[in-house]
């Protein structure tokens, strides 16, 4: 049978106050956590690179888990996780704000089809180090011909693609590459 968390403190044999500063300790681990996505990117920009998007979708992941957590209490005190308490304060508004949220799903969206024009034409590789001058791996034109044809159908396969204006951009641009590039 798997214990708890509190089960496993309660039966360790260290002393309670060895858990006094696991809250803090946690909780600043857990800011830098969510303040360190901010950071990330791989040198391409926007759009291939989304800091301020992943920078928020860090913040609400640690809003759910400071909910889940705060009311662990290691010594049986809730004020030792006042550090917690804190945090989640501090999160109420952003986590309210649905002009923030709706701007998130939208960006979300909008990002599953970008990405996967990317990999098929294979521009800027998630996984490279060298920016917008990261070539990626040598391919034959034709095996990325054939990634983009795919892609191509899978967005006019996608329900409402007929009323999204860039859907219907990057599908008239996909194909007067491809009629002029064709014999």
């Known amino acids: ?29 857990l800011i830098q956590w969510a303040l360190q996505r901010k950071s990330e990117g791989h040198g391409y920009g926007f759009p291939f690179d989304r800091p301020h998007l992943a920078f928020v979708q860090r913040l609400r992941r640690l809003n ?13 005190r ?44 294979r521009i800027a590789p998630a996984t490279g180090r060298n920016g917008l001058n ?13 990634r983009v044809e795919k892609f191509r159908a899978w967005m006019v396969r996608r329900k409402n693609h007929a009323q999204d204006p860039a859907a219907i951009k990057m599908i008239a641009q996909i194909d007067k590459y491809r009629k002029s590039s064709s014999p």
């Open 1 to 29: 049978m798997i214990e708890t968390l509190q089960e496993s403190i309660e039966n360790a044999a260290l002393p309670a106050e060895a858990f006094e500063s696991a809250p803090p300790v946690n909780a600043y681990a």
């Open 134 to 146: 990261d070539e990626g791996k040598k391919e034959n034109i034709r095996t990325i011909e054939a």
């Open 64 to 76: 759910e888990d400071i909910e889940r957590i705060q009311n662990l209490h290691l010594r049986s």
């Open 78 to 121: 809730w004020q030792d996780n006042r550090p917690y308490f804190k945090i989640h304060t501090a999160l109420k508004p952003i986590m309210k704000d649905r002009a923030l949220w709706n701007a998130v799903a939208a960006l979300e969206e909008k990002t599953i089809p970008f990405e996967k024009l990317r990999s098929a034409m």
